[in-house]
């Protein structure tokens, strides 16, 4: 898993997944649809036009797989629709200093890199961008590698099963079902004492 | 042989491991799991895409709170997205075979109140849900988080989940709380002292004189809200308030079974000598009843306090993103908050809607009328509830101060069934987030324990309860 990309950035801290997408749009039943919802009320005014200053209207963003957010990014809720928005969207991974938990698991199984950089690491690319826009940044999953044209070499940490899973396409649920006989074990030996619904 | 002193913590991890493998993360097995509408109907597509069952309908549990009106339960739900999502929920219900409260229950509530309430939720247990208020449940000393859909959906078919251990945060709370100072603000100080991200990638154990001294229903106000402040769950570990709440509840261990669990459960919490990864100690004695100003749960103080200024903040994201979380709120850095002008009272939410959450507000309303300018909204957490309160006249008193009185959801703390903030407007809510929007497109949120917002209802503004007590 590899790519190259401009940047896109919304360098605000703790953005929430309220603001990734709105809870009014976790109505459907479906995942289909939420690019269009993605950052919905910082993107569009209330009669429902695009606000074309708002970064996501512009047509370089809209080509670029890569975010670049502030700290503790996709806090509050366990809306995996935020992954899903940010997918569709065009994004493949969310460069940050931190990012909160579920939020980290969901991007993950949404082949969704949640990319953490040091302080340092931060800066150093925000000013790269101040001086080229156009700068593109290239991720390279299996080597952990964040690079660019006049920086550093940035090695970026990942849940070594993490990794395995989206460089291989382990199908978790496959992966874990292989666990039959242990699941079943344990259960037998649990099942004495654990009061279920049923009984 | 003496082992190694543990935490409840990890005595409750140790005794769900299912496999473990060097390099992938533990398959920790799940006692509980509690499913609502908004975040499942995918999941259930997944499952019939795979063309597999639910693995232990016996320990799901589903119910319809976040999409659902909080109107008379004789009116039909009148948004045709949230009734279609309601409806899938029914049929995933029926079709797998899963327990299940509906709209039309006698005892429907959100999830995280007839879960406890049910006694559904018991000591050491792994309870998850797609929701990251599941913390409330760790209130009994149960291991409890939220979870994603595409792993609401591995639980539906494994009961499994693949995780790794967290890291362990002991939040002591010492001394006892002075007259108008609730639980929430127990917790709303912990946001604001650490901060949104403060417990990120931890799980909090709150100890300590002042925890011990809660009620089981303050417990679950101050676990609900560990994941703002970071950590995905928060615990209390079990004492005779925990027995004494859950002996009889519907699905509690009856009898000889009831023994055997309670000795179990006696075992778990934390033994001496047991070290955390972090630790904080916060003193209750001098804790204010607290309010957040900003855009998040970490941006709060007591009440007492002025709105902070972003210039005195050398980072300049977090200046940036104070001075933004200000203007949305339209505040002035430097200000007291206690007399800003409020539209709207929210008396509801995960956070605050039991039986003791709605005595404390009506403690307030009783004898007083709710400004004119204010719509004062109380939402209990359950149709049970509701029926409890009415029976002890409760009801009456929201209604004689001119506050409405509704039917159980989520309502307001999450907006998504058409009860909202317009744009512009204040709220002083007792749920959990006060986000840009979380209440209603525009709205503004000001975040405090029912006292709090009960006091700014008969005022008008927000108010120090203390001043009328």
Partial sequence: MKFESTVTQIPVDNIDTDQIIPARFLKTISKDGLGDQLFFDWRYNADGSPKPEFILNTEKAKASNVLLAGDNFGCGSSREHAPWALSQYGFQAVISTSFADIFKQNSLKNRLVPLVVSREVHQQLRDALAANPDLKVSVDVEAQTLTWSGGPVEQFPIDPFAKHCLLAGVDEIGYVTQHEAQIAAYEAERFATLNTLTN | ?469
């Fill in chain 2, 1 to 469: 042989m003496p082992s190694k002193p543990r935490t409840i913590i990890e005595k409750v991890w140790d005794n769900h491991i299912v496999a473990e493998r060097e390099g992938a993360p533990s398959l920790l097995f799940i006692d509980l799991h509690l499913v609502h509408e908004v975040t499942s109907p995918q999941a259930f597509s997944g499952l019939r895409q795979r063309g597999l069952k639910v693995r232990r309908p016996d320990l799901t549990f589903a119910t319809v709170d976040h999409s659902t009106p909080t109107t008379p339960r004789s009116l039909p739900i009148v948004d045709p997205i949230a009734k279609a999502q309601v409806a899938q929920l029914e049929a995933n219900a029926q079709e797998f075979g899963i327990p299940y409260f509906g709209f039309q229950n006698k005892d429907q509530g959100i999830v995280h109140v007839i879960g406890p309430e049910n006694g559904l939720t018991q000591p050491g247990m792994t309870v998850v849900c797609g929701d990251s208020h599941t913390a409330t449940h760790g209130a009994f000393g149960a291991l409890a988080f939220g979870i994603g859909t595409s792993e609401v959906e591995m639980v539906l078919a494994t009961q499994c989940l693949l995780q790794r251990r967290s890291k362990s945060y002991e939040v002591r709370v010492d001394g006892s709380l002075k007259k108008g100072v609730a639980a929430k603000d127990i917790i709303l100080a912990l946001c604001a002292k650490i901060g949104i991200g403060g417990g990120t990638g931890c799980v909090f154990e709150y100890t300590g004189s002042a925890i011990r001294a809660l009620t089981m229903e303050e417990r679950m106000t101050v676990c609900n809200m560990s994941i703002e402040a970071g950590a995905r769950a928060g615990l209390v570990a079990p004492d005779d308030a925990t027995y004494e709440y859950l002996a009889g509840r519907r699905f509690a261990p009856k009898g000889a079974k009831w023994d055997e669990a309670v000795a179990k459960w006696r075992q778990l919490p934390t033994d001496d000598g047991a070290a955390y990864d972090h630790n904080l100690s916060i003193d209750a004695d001098s804790l204010e009843p607290m309010i957040t100003f900003g855009t998040n749960p970490g941006m709060g103080m007591a009440i007492s306090g002025a709105v902070p200024d972003p210039s005195t903040i050398a980072d300049p994201l977090e200046r940036d993103s104070l001075r933004k979380a200000l203007a949305y709120m339209a505040l002035e850095p430097g200000k007291p908050l206690a007399g800003q002008k409020i539209d709207v009272v929210f008396i509801g939410s995960c956070t605050n809607s039991r039986l003791s959450d709605l005595r404390a507000a009506a403690s307030i309303l009783k004898g007083r009328k709710v400004s004119e300018k204010v719509r004062t909204m109380v939402v209990p957490g359950s149709q049970e509830i509701k029926r409890q309160a009415e029976a002890e006249g409760l009801d009456e008193v929201f209604r004689a101060a001119g506050a409405e009185w509704r039917e159980a959801g989520c309502s307001m703390c999450i907006a998504m069934n058409g009860d909202q903030l317009t744009p512009g407007q204040y709220s002083v809510s007792t749920s959990n987030r006060n986000f840009e929007g979380r209440q209603g497109k525009g709205g503004r949120t000001f975040l405090a324990s029912p006292l709090t917002a009960a006091a700014s209802a008969v005022t008008g503004v927000v108010t120090d309860v203390r001043t009328l007590l």
